[in-house]
């Protein structure tokens, strides 16, 4: 039996009078690249945000690698092996390209530029700029990046840590076809060398060909779980997501 990488238990989030995420449970086995998918609003982004510990959950359980994540931290569970990207990405853009991946692996501004940083990081960083095809952008300020390219890079960054699971949210939203087709890429690459995804994703044909299992949400909780062709044909999913 694979083991719970993730487990997320009777989650739940109000705002106001308004209830985000409501009861909200799912598991994401290690090994998978699993799908959270739903009608904008369904609460994707306000369980991931709580599972990283950028929201407070109003009631409920997270357990990373079986043990209770009673209050999560993004730092506490970037160390332990837990990372994620946003919407829109997150990056230094003060920084050059390879500064941020130099950052990423755990380096303050003091030690980046009082050039303390060890040759093996700086080694790691220059193999990942060329995984993603960025090396020739490594001096470049951030803030130079096309849209697409911060997407990449803040990939790559969280990937600095070597984590056990990477949640990633809208990693193709607002990028071309040839972008979507090298973010494809590399989580297959990744997944191949063992790393754990959790997706929230609104392209359908990418969810369908990349991930399995899938988990639907609608109004906060989940309303289906399973394989890509599963839930094709689920008419609670057809009701509330895929036939609108």
Excluded at 15 to 31: I, L, P
Excluded at 123 to 135: C, I, N, P, Q, V
Excluded at 153 to 161: G, I, T
């Amino acid at each position: 039996m694979s083991e719970n990488l993730l487990e997320v238990d009777h989650l739940t989030k109000r705002f106001g009078g308004v209830t985000a995420v409501n009861e909200c449970s799912f598991t994401v086995q290690k090994g998978t690249i699993t799908a959270l998918i739903g009608p904008n609003g369904s609460g994707k982004t306000t369980v991931f945000n709580m599972v990283t510990g950028y929201l407070k959950a109003d009631s409920g359980e997270i357990r990373f690698r079986g043990e209770a994540i009673t209050r999560p931290r993004p730092a506490d569970l970037y160390r332990r092996g837990l990372s994620r990207t946003f919407q829109q990405a997150r990056i230094f853009p003060e920084l050059t390209v390879e500064e941020n991946l130099v950052v990423a692996a755990g380096y303050n501004s003091r030690q980046l530029f009082g050039r303390r940083v060890s040759d093996s990081d700086r080694d790691r960083a220059t193999k990942m700029l060329g995984e993603f095809r960025l090396e020739t952008l490594a001096q470049l300020p951030a803030a130079d990046l096309s849209y697409g390219q911060r997407k990449l890079l803040e990939f790559a960054a969280v990937l600095m840590s070597d984590p056990m699971l990477v949640l990633l949210d809208e990693p193709t939203a607002g990028v071309n076809p040839v972008m979507i087709d090298a973010m494809e890429q590399h989580i297959r690459e990744r997944h191949a060398a063992g790393v754990t995804f959790l997706i929230v994703e609104h392209d359908m044909q990418l969810v369908m060909r990349l991930c399995d299992p899938v988990i639907v949400l609608d109004q906060g909780a989940p309303i289906a779980f399973g394989s890509p062709d599963q839930i094709q044909k689920d008419p609670r999913v057809l009701e509330a997501y895929l036939g609108s």
